[in-house]
């Protein structure tokens, strides 16, 4: 049964006192982990009692079957790749199962060594950080899930270096379920700007996101700590000035407790004339003054060497025998100033008293005390660098600290430890002395270091304060405002990336061959009206790699030669394909080969030849199997899951995405694709409203490329047109047609002529709607673009269709023949919702001339949409069936349905079952309002349920839920 605080809080914990005043907050944690999967944050000043409440808290969970696992943050860590966690990790060898540990778990192998024997084998090392991170995230992820109810600490979170607080935002993301993170931080501590777990972290779905906040504690909380450790000699008197002494501050008041209680003073009437703001400083001081001179010395060495410490490095910095040393330091364990950790290391119980000790050492002691440290700390194997660089700045020498701290950069990263790499990197940029050559040497390590990063705004606001360094050269800050560049549109589609590209590639005049990824780039960059500059930035690259040696780039470039010639719809380009090198070339010009196939496969997708993309996709996954496939992962899902959505393999299709998304949290463009799927679907199932909030949230993510501002474009026109608001569909539209004529060629339409020339002929522009279609007819004729040429078809059908005056009937007829066209074009594509939109179309168009032709053709759209649950067109197509006359056999005038649901009433709530709301249904029914609120009151009570319930009351009659009889005119 779990305990309560009030059944626990009485134990005396930690350094002996009390726990006190934190019932509510015990309460929340406990409550809070609990409930996993959870995070729970621990905010409070230094000395607040963060720690002592989560060590209450977990001793509680431990005699509940939990099993608790810590880490800790350090100011001067020496590099470890995400140290604090494999602190923490490293103590589960005991839970850990003999077998059925997945594979995935081998990734922690390396980093736990003590454990490899009970973890599988390591898998081969990604080449890529970010696809490593995400390995090493889901060997984290394995390893907690197999040890039952965990909660992990991480204390002092404010000291976690970048790469440590990116995993542990990726874990946060996407907990096991029976863990719970907790982490301890100080706010003021933290970077300007900067929450505990980086802008980008949010509370995941469906789990508890706990922030508790200590404040100070109140006087009757002291006079309760003061009595249980003092007894009768806590008097009011006493307790009161404890109070003002502490500011409420646990640390402080235990301070004073101590020295009371500790060392025998009983003369309470000193403390209580003592002046008040003194608090922890004058409490320190006082237990200091009372050791011995031996004492006093490893208290000094323990303050100047600020992190755990063995007793022989004590030793050896304060200069004592062994034997001396350790009866010094039992003294200072039994004074309660230092305490031993778990690693049996020696510390101060806290920074502050640590700060306060060291302040204590008079300048001559103290530098000479840093340089023994110094001295000691070079016979060590393997260096501690950012030890020994923190001494050598103490001892003054500035130059000697800039080598060093380069050092341990270098070091860290050589580690994997980037996080420790960045924070020394800064600090070598943060120096005003640091001469230029080391000053670019840092900053392009810090460019390259931050650029893997998951937090994209840290990213990006850590390059620009790199860039504003006027004292950089300029080909240094060409390479990293290339980097920057890259960043933005990699991770956040930020189109401002070009613009830093273009200023990176004038910084770099000198060094050409080093602005080539830029230039590549900004061959590719196709919006703005920049795709017809396409060519000449490729020139650009070949001129730059003609002449040297580095045969990856070469390749590189020749590779955006085939991909400009697809998106030409250039039909030369497949045969040159087809001769790519595949088997038999090396690592890193098949990886050049497997990036320009999927490329390719992007643009395979939007020209419409889409089983030449899938049988691409099965290629480039085929291809990554033979080299580090894991890069490619996310891309070739993402392109999959597309094709899956354009081909209407919808089943199953909103899990894949979201187990996507939480596998690659950083690929922005996924949840784009995502919320477009989810939106063109709402849009068939007649939930327009859903549909427009789906393709309104895509626009909000923007793009870098035409494939996706464009296609977001015309998926704001279609929702409008559904909603019978041509105006809104051409304002949608219009400012996309100019891009799409900035392209220069009309191979690549993206879904949006035929919805474009829709909305302008509604709107009464029958003219621009004209010039559209003669420029698209005019861009794509000699093209190799399957897509275009089916939508072009679907445009021409719209005008002829929408023609007046003695020649209309035959014009609707030479419509039909255009949608006929377009039907047979998207059946030979493979989409079949395209499809069924022609037949749609092309039964329209011979309503007055072929109505017998006409019925056919719409039930064959109905059919269709009726296979794929697109149950708002297929109301549609119902509904207009019903107005051409067509009548289910044997129908005989009007009759009452009594229980059962009538034709209209089925169709209404097909439509209720996929969520659409009564304005909806109006639109998609062409009925009032105040009709559809009749529909559905008799719809619910027929069907004795709910609104949201009416999807598993509505029986499946199978076909199109019109009883099976046959159609008739």
Same mark, same amino acid.
Not at 328 to 352: D, P
Not at 717 to 744: C, I, M, N, Y
């Given at each position: ?22 019932? %509510? ?132 979170? %404010? ?83 404890? %109070? ?726």
């Amino acid at each position: 049964m779990a305990g309560t605080a009030d059944q626990y809080g009485a134990a005396g914990f930690g350094r002996g006192f009390a726990f006190v005043g934190r019932r %509510h907050e015990l309460d929340r944690l406990l409550n809070a982990v609990r409930r996993p999967p959870a995070v729970v944050m621990v905010e409070g000043d230094a000395g607040m009692g963060k720690s002592r409440l989560v060590k209450e808290a977990t001793t509680i969970l431990r005699s509940e079957g939990w099993r608790v696992v810590t880490g800790f943050c350090h100011p001067l860590r020496e590099p470890l790749p995400y140290g604090p966690v494999v602190d923490a990790l490293g103590k589960v060898g005991p839970w850990l199962p003999d077998t059925g540990l997945p594979p995935t778990a081998g990734a922690l192998a390396p980093l736990l060594p003590d454990l490899a024997d009970r973890l599988p084998p390591a898998p081969p090392e990604p080449g890529d950080p970010r696809a490593a991170r995400h390995q090493l995230i889901r060997a984290v992820r394995t390893v907690l899930a197999s040890i039952g109810r965990v909660v992990m600490v991480v204390e002092d979170l %404010h000291w976690v270096d970048d790469t440590t607080r990116e995993l542990l935002l990726l874990l946060a993301r996407d907990l096991p379920e029976h863990f719970a993170l907790v982490v301890t931080y100080r706010a003021e501590d933290l970077p300007p700007g900067t929450p505990v777990l980086g802008a980008a972290y949010r509370p995941p779905p469906g789990a508890d996101g706990t922030v508790i906040r200590l404040s100070p504690l109140t006087g009757t909380d002291i006079a309760d700590l003061a009595g249980i450790a003092l007894g009768a000699q806590a008097t009011p008197e006493l307790c009161a000035v404890l %109070h003002r002494r502490s500011e409420g501050l646990p640390l402080v008041a235990e301070e004073d407790l101590l020295t009371l209680r500790d060392q025998a003073r009983r003369d309470v009437g000193e403390l209580e004339r003592a002046e008040v703001p003194s608090g922890l400083r004058e409490a320190v001081t006082e237990r200091l003054t009372s050791l011995s001179q031996a004492g006093a010395a490893v208290v000094d060495a323990a303050a100047v060497l600020a992190v755990p410490a063995t007793e022989a490095l004590l030793a050896e910095v304060a200069g004592l025998d062994g034997d001396t040393a350790a009866e010094a330091l039992t003294e200072a364990l039994r004074a309660a100033v230092l305490r031993e950790t778990v690693t049996s290391r020696y510390a101060f119980r806290h920074v502050l008293a640590q700060q306060v000790a060291y302040r204590q050492i008079l300048g001559p002691r103290r530098v000479r005390l840093h340089r023994r440290a110094i001295d000691e700390l070079q016979t060590h194997d393997p260096l501690p660098l950012v030890q020994i660089a923190h001494h050598t700045l103490a001892v003054g020498d500035r130059q000697g600290w800039l080598d060093r701290t380069e050092q341990a950069a270098e070091q860290a990263v050589a580690l994997g430890d980037t996080g420790t790499a960045g924070t020394l990197l800064q600090q070598i940029l943060a120096q005003s002395g640091a001469d230029t050559e080391r000053r670019s040497r840092a900053a392009l390590a810090l460019a390259r270091i931050v650029n893997f990063g998951i937090d994209y705004a840290a990213t990006v606001r850590e390059l620009r304060a790199v860039l504003a360094d006027p004292r950089l050269p300029a080909t240094t800050r060409g390479e990293i405002r290339m980097e920057l560049g890259l960043t933005m549109l990699n991770i956040d589609r930020d189109p401002a990336g070009f613009r830093e590209l273009e200023h990176a590639v004038d910084e770099l005049a000198t060094l050409p061959r080093k602005a080539v990824k830029a230039m590549i780039a900004l061959a590719l960059h196709d919006l703005d009206g920049a795709a017809t500059q396409g060519w000449k930035w490729l020139g650009r690259a070949e001129q730059a790699v003609a002449d040297g040696t580095d045969e990856a780039s070469r390749m590189v470039v020749r590779n955006v030669r085939l991909l400009l010639m697809a998106r030409d719809g250039d039909p030369a380009v497949w045969p040159l394909v087809d001769r790519l090198p595949r088997r038999g070339a090396d690592g890193v010009v098949l990886r050049q080969a497997i990036f320009a196939l999927y490329n390719l496969t992007l643009a395979a997708i939007q020209l419409g030849h889409d089983r030449r993309a899938r049988a691409l996709l099965l290629e480039v996954r085929d291809l990554a199997d033979g080299v580090d496939g894991r890069p490619f992962e996310c891309l070739v899902r993402s392109q999959e899951l597309r094709v899956d959505h354009l081909v209407c393999r919808w089943a199953g299709l909103d899990g894949e995405y979201a187990a996507l998304e939480r596998a690659h949290p950083d690929m922005r463009q996924v949840e784009v694709d995502r919320l477009l799927y989810q939106g063109h679907r709402a849009l068939a199932q007649g939930r327009h409203s859903r549909a427009l909030d789906h393709f309104i949230a895509a626009a909000e993510h923007g793009g870098t490329s035409a494939d996706s501002t464009m296609g977001i474009a015309a998926a704001l026109t279609a929702v409008r047109l559904a909603q019978h608001d041509p105006r809104a569909a051409w304002a949608a539209a219009e400012p996309a047609l100019s891009t799409l004529r900035g392209l220069g060629s009309w191979t690549r339409t993206f879904g949006l002529l035929p919805v474009a020339v829709e909305a302008a002929l509604a709107c009464g522009h029958r003219g621009a709607a004209e010039r559209l279609v003669a420029d698209a007819e005019s861009g794509v004729r000699d093209r190799d673009a399957p897509a275009s040429l089916a939508e072009l078809e679907l445009a021409q059908g719209l005008l002829l269709l929408r023609a007046t005056g003695p020649t209309a009937t035959t014009e609707r007829v030479k419509a039909a023949e255009h949608f006929a066209e377009a039907q047979r074009r998207w059946q030979e594509i493979g989409r079949p919702y395209e499809v069924a939109k022609a037949a749609e179309h092309r039964g329209e168009a011979l309503t007055c001339a072929e109505p017998e032709d006409a019925a056919g053709h719409l039930a064959e759209a109905l059919g269709a949409y009726t296979d794929l649950g697109a149950t708002g067109d297929a109301a549609r197509c119902r509904h207009r069936l019903r107005e051409l006359g067509v009548a289910a056999e044997g129908r005989r005038g009007r009759r009452g349905y009594g229980s059962e649901l009538s034709p209209r009433e089925l169709e209404v709530a097909e439509l209720l079952s996929g969520g659409a709301t009564n304005q909806d249904i109006a639109e998609t029914l062409f009925l009032s309002p105040r009709t559809v609120e009749k529909h559905v009151a008799r719809v619910l009570t027929k069907l004795g349920a709910s609104r949201k319930d009416v999807h598993t009351a509505l029986p499946d009659s199978g076909g199109d839920r019109s009883g099976g009889t046959p159609l008739q005119r």
